[in-house]
């Protein structure tokens, strides 16, 4: 069974970090573009990085670049993303979807999905 399970979600202080991960189990990451999605509540869906399925490429949400960092590791069948000065912008439920598309990503897509992990920044 395809399945992808996020952690690493949290509380934190305005400026801190967190780091997610996305574990994928039942099929192997290594034909997968892997987009990280974020939703608040009353809000849409907003993709807000991606890799593809090599790691060659990455794209970035205008809200998060430069403070997100998207990466993956094949072998051990992960995918993470590291944030870093968070703002009371960014809190809400983060989830991480595949999909197939090589040497490049699309940060609108996700065919394969988690559950989400919830991230909280307040002071």
């Known amino acids: 069974q395809l399945q992808l399970v996020e952690s690493g979600g949290g509380l934190v202080q305005p400026g801190g970090s967190l780091r997610l991960s996305c574990a994928a189990s039942?099929?192997?990451?290594?034909?997968?573009?892997i987009v990280w999605f974020r939703q608040a509540p009353g809000k849409e869906r907003e993709g807000v990085s991606c890799?593809?399925?090599?790691?060659?490429?990455?794209n970035y949400a205008d809200s998060v670049k430069g403070r997100f960092t998207i990466s993956r590791d094949n072998a051990k069948n992960t995918v993470y993303m590291q944030m870093n000065s968070l703002n009371l912008e960014d809190p809400a439920v983060y989830y991480c979807?595949?999909?197939?598309?090589?040497?490049?990503?699309?940060?609108?897509?996700?065919?394969?999905w988690g559950q989400g992990t919830q991230v909280t920044v307040s002071s």
């Open positions: 979807a595949a999909h197939i598309r090589l040497g490049n990503c699309d940060l609108k897509r996700g065919d394969y």
């Open positions: 890799i593809s399925e090599r790691g060659g490429r990455t």
């Open positions: 039942g099929f192997t990451l290594d034909y997968y573009a």
